[in-house]
């Protein structure tokens, strides 16, 4: 919707909707928990866990609900400036409280405005923080936008006419590897980064009690995690090869690399495709002709056994780690050479069977 198009009925009432559950609501909830915190402090209760709990929520929720409400706001130019102008302003007087020491300042308001201002200065943490987070939302969504204006989204490898060949072809790059070496890799880092988290929470008590138990616990296993998470994955995409797989009028031909296989239908055990996810793969079992170069040529009854991972190999540019459906004369093709199919509800996974 653009800020001159005109609304219509069914439009003002997914706006009333929209608005009513993530503006009015999130806005009425912070604004209960606020008075329920301010109450507890000005009971003379202690600042222990729940009434800070209180006050952070309380900030997150009316921050919340500011967002959205700007997000909502037409023209959308009044919406961005007023978010700027509130967190410039909200960004600032933090900053005032933190350089003056926000005790000195308060120390001259009678006991229940410096209760009030102690809450509303807990809050303002959270509040400023989502209340940034959504204007970089905009930031990002602006140049995303700009970039897709600029070059197309990247699509998934098309089907290919074989000019000097029956069938079509698709090329992609994929990475040679079993989903149960992949898997195996997996639970080993799981159950190393485990041990070694364990280990320096052990090591680190003392931050441990500081942060508490849930904090340190995410703090320690991202910073083991991530880095070797990106390592497995940087070392996966190093085996990235060229690869395509051509399914002709009675015959599969895949190419890895250098090496070519040619898989009558008749001959084919299992083959497996799956189009999407960081395991869009393709898996192949059957006996053929193993070779070198484009023609295939090699001895015959050679057993081909093949995991071609796309999903996470490195795709080139312009295009996703993805997999195009099978065609539909292929089923065909495979079925009436003894061949069972079995399908995902998506259609994202297709299993290939040799019939008992």
């Not at 006991?111 to 200065?121: D, S, W």
């Not at 959504?134 to 006419?161: E, I, N, Y």
């Not at 060229?242 to 190419?255: M, N, Q």
């Amino acid at each position: 919707m653009t800020d001159t198009a005109p609304e219509t009925a069914a439009d003002r009432r997914i706006r009333a909707t929209v608005t009513r559950r993530f503006v009015r609501d999130p806005f009425v909830i912070g604004v209960v928990l606020l008075v329920a915190a301010i109450a507890w402090t000005l009971a003379g209760g202690d600042l222990d866990f729940f009434p800070f709990l209180l006050m952070l929520l309380g900030g997150f929720g009316i921050a919340f609900s500011f967002v959205n409400a700007t997000m909502e706001m037409r023209p959308a130019r009044i919406g961005v400036i007023l978010h700027v102008i509130v967190a410039a302003v909200l960004t600032a007087t933090m900053l005032v409280v933190i350089e003056f020491d926000g005790a000195e300042l308060l120390a001259d308001l009678p006991e229940p405005a410096r209760a009030i201002a102690l809450v509303l200065q807990i809050a303002a943490g959270p509040a400023t923080g989502w209340i940034w987070l959504g204007l970089l939302s905009r930031v990002t969504d602006l140049f995303r936008h700009r970039d897709t204006a600029k070059r197309p989204a990247p699509t998934p490898p098309a089907w290919q006419r074989e000019d000097t060949a029956d069938g079509s072809r698709v090329e992609f790059p994929a990475v040679p590897l079993r989903m149960r070496a992949l898997t195996i890799s997996i639970v080993l880092i799981v159950v190393v980064v485990g041990l070694a988290g364990a280990a320096l929470l052990i090591a680190l008590d003392g931050a441990g009690m500081l942060l508490g138990p849930r904090i340190a616990i995410i703090v320690v296993g991202a910073g083991l995690a991530l880095p070797v998470y990106l390592v497995l994955l940087a070392v996966i995409r190093r085996r990235t090869l060229p690869c395509s797989v051509a399914f002709g009028d009675d015959e599969l031909r895949i190419r890895v690399g250098a090496a070519t296989h040619r898989i009558p239908f008749d001959e084919l055990e299992t083959l497996v495709w799956r189009t999407r996810s960081d395991y869009a793969r393709v898996e192949v079992r059957g006996t053929g002709t193993k070779g070198a170069g484009t023609e295939g040529t090699g001895a015959e009854g050679a057993a081909v056994d093949l995991s071609l991972i796309a999903g996470l190999a490195k795709a080139p540019a312009g295009r996703t780690s993805e997999l195009p459906a099978v065609p539909r004369r292929v089923f065909r093709r495979l079925e009436l050479a003894g061949m069972t199919v079995q399908r995902t509800r998506r259609d994202e996974v297709v299993t290939f069977r040799r019939g008992v």
